[in-house]
């Protein structure tokens, strides 16, 4: 957006320029990890061959695909040592996972299962989480979990051989259980009921509930009128923030001239502000209150927007 009054130039910008390799291995992975988040957590539970249970969580994770349902995460090689986690081996053996949800309530038990405990000790019992038979696959759901998700491992991708390297788990779901208590009554998922956490760099987390969500209404099924049909006297707004800009931008329409001008008649406060010492600046202030207050009223804050055009 070439706007100077709400974006700053790059040359009054300070960047800090790192190639992989230019630092420590530890130090990049938290660049990556603090760089890209929130990411969500999958805590997986396989089994070996022998039945013997593990639960770990990892946040290199998220879904490909609905149709077929398709989830990645990775297992990353350890940079310590360069071995691999219990999770790789176990899938190796027996390809089939659970893939569970974690929220608020289990969110510090999930992490005593992130210790590297020897192998074959069941963190189920380490972190007193409860083991669910899964209805189609080996390894146990957590009963705790909101949402478990089973699936069968369809291919394991390698990335690499030396410490912090990944390996892509691509898992296909084969059934999902969803707590009826985080769910409305159209059968939708609640986020703030859900209460998800989420993984950022170093020991930081985010909780995804109550003043962390934000609605965000996007029609994507037909185009809007993008950045390019603001006119000067909106882009240029010292009043209005780069998402301001956005939710007028993301209208269907430009609001037609007549719905704009019938303002003067039919909005008292329009009237009071035309009459002010700096109308332009108070119709801005006004679509802003309108828009930030009610995301379903964007198309009248963008008729008091546009009014500025035609009667300042």
């Known amino acids: 957006m070439n706007n ?11 960047y800090r320029t790192i190639d992989p390799g230019s630092v420590p291995r530890h130090d990049f992975h938290q660049f ?21 249970a593990n639960l770990a969580p990892y946040s290199f994770f998220n879904a490909f695909s609905s ?32 893939i569970n949800a974690v929220n608020y309530n289990i969110v510090r038990q999930m992490a005593v299962a992130s210790a590297q405990f020897p192998k074959g000790v069941d963190e189920f019992k380490k972190s007193g989480l409860t083991p ?20 069968k491992v369809t291919d ?20 999902m259980h969803i707590l009826e208590d985080v769910l409305d009554e159209r059968g939708r998922i609640l986020p703030d009921k859900l209460d998800l956490m989420g993984r950022i760099g170093r020991s930081y987390y985010v909780r995804a509930s109550g003043s962390a969500l934000h609605t965000i209404v996007q029609a994507i099924e037909a185009p809007c009128i993008g950045f390019d049909s603001l006119p000067d006297s909106i882009r240029l707004s010292a009043v209005f923030t780069g998402n301001n800009l956005g ?12 719905d704009v001008l019938a303002l003067k008649y039919t909005d008292a406060r ?33 008729k008091i927007a546009w009014l500025g055009e035609y009667v300042v």
Do not use: W
């Open 270 to 302: 329009v009237r009071e502000i035309l009459a002010s010492q700096n109308p332009l600046e108070n119709l801005h202030r006004y679509a802003k209150e309108v828009m930030e207050k009610d995301e379903e009223q964007r198309p009248l804050a963008g």
């Open 247 to 258: 939710q007028l931008a993301g209208l269907s329409e430009v609001p037609p001239k007549e």
């Open 32 to 52: 990556i990890v603090g760089a890209i988040g929130p990411r969500p957590i999958a805590f997986v539970s396989t089994v070996d061959k022998d039945g013997n």
């Open 132 to 151: 669910v038979p899964s209805d189609l696959v080996r390894p146990f759901r957590v009963g705790e979990s909101p949402v478990n998700m089973e699936c």
């Open 67 to 98: 149709n077929p349902p398709i989830f990645i995460f990775s297992s990353n090689r350890r940079g310590t040592n360069n071995t691999v986690k219990d999770t790789l081996s176990n899938v190796r053996e027996v390809p089939e996972v659970v």
């Open 156 to 175: 394991i991708i390698t990335l690499g051989d030396q410490g912090g390297a990944g390996h892509l788990i691509i898992c296909e779901m084969l059934r």
């Open 4 to 14: 100077e009054k709400n974006v700053d130039t790059n040359s009054a910008k300070k």
